[in-house]
């Protein structure tokens, strides 16, 4: 099984800074990564994929690198819709997901 | 625009069966993707629980594949999950989603819908 540990578990950021979330593999899981974005009380988002691509629709202050063991995503200048729970997923293996970087406001 | 929309019990007997299904507007279910039951116990984050292709090909989580099946209906465009012998740690938000291809990221989701595991 392949366990995904994001960090920090919890960011406290003001609107316009840059945020820089980790996502940490157990072992390699290539760049077969994703990212999303969930609000409360909704469905997650798809932002990123494949480590690096951005979805359809996902504004480019949404970025992603990383390969093998160690990933980040990156907000480069934070919007107010931005203040979110971030979950990396992989696809190496089965399929999971970490457990979560909360993003809020400070 | 597809469209998938959960639908069940909200509410279910310890022990007993949970049954979903999520159906599909705006989009054939036997196109190139994977269809998937993603659950979210509440304050917590996301769990993979299986996917299917429209063959009826399916993979599962194998912390939970000794109770899981999960079915598609190409005549109804719906897929179903059946979870077995649940129990209060099987209360969550159940989300169906699907893929764009054969690549399991998961850029359509469902509303979610929430199931209660309870006497």
């Known amino acids: 099984e392949i366990v995904l540990t994001q960090s920090p578990a919890s960011l406290s950021l003001s609107p316009g800074e840059r945020a820089t979330l980790s996502c940490r593999a157990s072992?390699?899981?290539?760049?077969?990564v994703a990212w999303y974005q969930q609000k409360p009380g909704q469905a997650p988002r798809l932002l990123i994929y494949d480590a690096s691509k951005r979805a359809t629709g996902i504004p480019a202050r949404f970025s992603g690198s990383g390969s093998g063991t160690d990933f980040t995503l990156t907000i480069s200048s934070l919007e107010p819709e931005d203040f979110a729970v971030y979950y990396c997923?992989?696809?190496?293996?089965?399929?999971?997901f970490g457990g979560g970087t909360k993003v809020e406001i400070q | 625009q597809v469209r998938l929309v959960e639908s069940g019990p909200g509410l279910v007997k310890p022990s007993d069966t949970l049954t979903l299904t999520c159906g599909v507007s705006g989009g054939s279910i036997s196109g190139t993707q994977w269809w998937t039951w993603v659950r979210q116990p509440p304050e917590k984050g996301l769990e993979w629980i299986g996917d299917?292709?429209?063959?009826?090909?399916?993979d599962y989580n194998p912390s939970l594949r000794s109770r899981v099946t999960i079915s598609v209906d190409k005549s109804k465009s719906q897929f179903s999950l059946q979870l077995t012998s649940v129990t209060a740690a099987d209360t969550a938000v159940y989300y169906c989603?699907?893929?764009?291809?054969?690549?399991?990221?998961?850029?359509?989701w469902g509303q979610g819908t929430l199931v209660i595991v309870s006497s």
């Open positions: 989603a699907t893929s764009a291809d054969l690549r399991k990221y998961f850029h359509l």
């Open positions: 072992q390699s899981v290539s760049t077969y």
């Open positions: 299917i292709y429209h063959s009826g090909n399916a």
């Open positions: 997923q992989q696809r190496t293996q089965w399929l999971s």
